[in-house]
T-cell receptor
Framework: DGGITQSPKYLFRKEGQNVTLSCEQN?????MYWYRQDPGQGLRLIYY???????QKGDIAEGYSVSREKKESFPLTVTSAQKNPTAFYLC???????????????FGDGTRLSIL | EDQVTQSPEALRLQEGESSSLNCSYT??????LFWYRQDPGKGPEFLFT???AGEEKEKERLKATLTKKESFLHITAPKPEDSATYLC?????????????FGEGTQLTVNP
């Protein structure tokens, strides 16, 4: 089945440690996104990529890094500089064909990150 | 700066009791308004896209409408399985590409 796979489902980080969240899609979508969701709040954009080897900062990029070396993969690294990393992280993708930029984003089932 | 405000924050309904959720927005040029459903511990599931004022979309017990300043998600004769958080998001004009701005959601509970 086509879709977006996020792993792991749960992740624990120690103080001073970097951790990487995986996001893979087989929908052949050009654009991919990372969001953070805190309890009772909406989604806030961390980073997004509209094409391979290119990405842009979202609203809360500090303490995070990404790469986009392959169309189907968009890993997110939560660095030790992110002082409050406990949250639910969601990855999404969408088509990005010319003239179709208002296509919906489709989401994975998230990774819940906690501090040990 | 884009703003998306959803109300109410939480809504409790009895099974069969119809109601509406509101999403008001301020953007410089709306390219699309999206409704999603999110179950606990899951990612949002796409429901509807609305592009212009006056547009309506329906799916089972849900109907989404759009004006120049707000969107409503009408729920007719809801069932307990409609319990979820409903999120709306807007896509602004050309300069922001395909990024979305989300509201904080309305948590809907339907009691049997």
């Amino acid at each position: 089945d086509g879709g977006i796979t996020q792993s792991p489902k749960y992740l624990f980080r120690k103080e001073g440690q970097n951790v990487t969240l995986s996001c893979e899609q087989n929908l052949n979508h050009d654009a991919m996104y990372w969001y953070r969701q805190d309890p009772g709040q909406g989604l806030r954009l961390i980073y997004y990529s509209q094409i391979v080897n290119d990405f842009q900062k979202g609203d809360i990029a500090e303490g995070y890094s990404v790469s986009r070396e392959k169309k189907e993969s968009f890993p997110l690294t939560v660095t030790s500089a992110q002082k409050n990393p406990t949250a639910f992280y969601l990855c999404a993708s969408s088509t990005n064909r010319q003239g179709s930029s208002n296509q919906p984003q489709h989401f994975g089932d998230g990774t819940r990150l906690s501090i040990l | 700066e884009d703003q998306v405000t959803q109300s109410p924050e939480a809504l409790r309904l009895q099974e069969g009791e119809s109601s509406s959720l509101n999403c008001s927005y301020t953007v410089s040029g709306l390219r699309g308004l999206f409704w999603y459903r999110q179950d606990p511990g899951k990612g949002p599931e796409f429901l509807f896209t609305l592009y212009s004022a006056g547009e309506e979309k329906e799916k089972e017990r849900l109907k989404a409408t759009l004006t120049k300043k707000e969107s409503f998600l009408h729920i007719t004769a809801p069932k307990p399985e409609d319990s979820a958080t409903y999120l709306c998001a807007v896509q602004e004009g050309e300069t922001s590409g395909s990024r979305l701005t989300f509201g904080e959601g309305t948590q809907l509970t339907v009691n049997p």
